[in-house]
């Protein structure tokens, strides 16, 4: 099992995290928030008072101006060789990241979700062996054979077993894709 400690040592998993959120951020459009007064924002356009602003994470992720190929997934940006340096906090004012909020209406609980997706992805990553199922003769070229079907944003899916070593310890019992379809447990028994 992957703990906390190992978790600090993961620079790429924590970058595949934050590049994740950054083309798909939780909340990709934030909570409304009224403007009281009039205010000068990008380069001298005034939002008068009264004015419903909605800030858009979902944009902000993909600006030209801020990223290099922003649709493209690169955790490399995130890593110690990429040239961004952008960490989970409540203090630093800058605008490019904002999956969880800025300012005073930020997320608080931004430090144990972190945490939580960390600990999260590096068990799943280490109790699971990950492969592209084989190629077939259903839609997309892949067949599906049962078990936990995980949507790719590109061609395919991925479909996931665990390890042989975990196995007969840890059984897993995970959602299924859709109601239609049936898994089965260890032992053969209808999950």
Do not use: Q
């Not at 922003?70 to 904002?98: H, I, M």
């Not at 592209?132 to 991925?158: F, K, L, S």
């Not at 059984?171 to 032992?187: D, F, K, M, T, Y």
Request: overall charge negative; charged content about 25%.
């Amino acid at each position: 099992m992957v703990t906390e400690d190992d978790v600090k040592t993961m620079t790429y998993l924590k970058a595949v995290i934050k590049e994740t959120i950054r083309l798909h951020p939780p909340a990709p459009l934030f909570i409304p928030h009224l403007s009281m007064e009039p205010c000068e924002v990008l380069e001298g356009y005034t939002i008068p008072a009264g004015t419903r602003v909605i800030v858009n994470a979902w944009a902000i992720g993909r600006l030209k101006e801020h990223w290099e190929n922003p649709n493209e997934f690169l955790p490399e940006r995130f890593s110690d060789a990429g040239d961004v340096e952008l960490k989970w906090t409540t203090t630093k004012k800058d605008f490019r990241y904002v999956p969880f909020g800025s300012g005073r209406r930020m997320f608080p609980g931004i430090h144990a979700a972190a945490a939580t997706l960390e600990i999260m992805l590096a068990n799943l990553v280490y109790r699971f062996d990950w492969e592209m199922p084989p190629a077939g003769d259903e839609e997309g070229g892949h067949r599906y054979d049962g078990g936990v079907r995980i949507d790719c944003a590109h061609e395919g899916e991925a479909l996931l077993g665990p390890e042989a070593g975990v196995r007969e310890e840890a059984p897993c019992v995970l959602p299924l894709h859709s109601a239609e379809r049936l898994g089965h447990g260890i032992n053969g028994d209808l999950v």
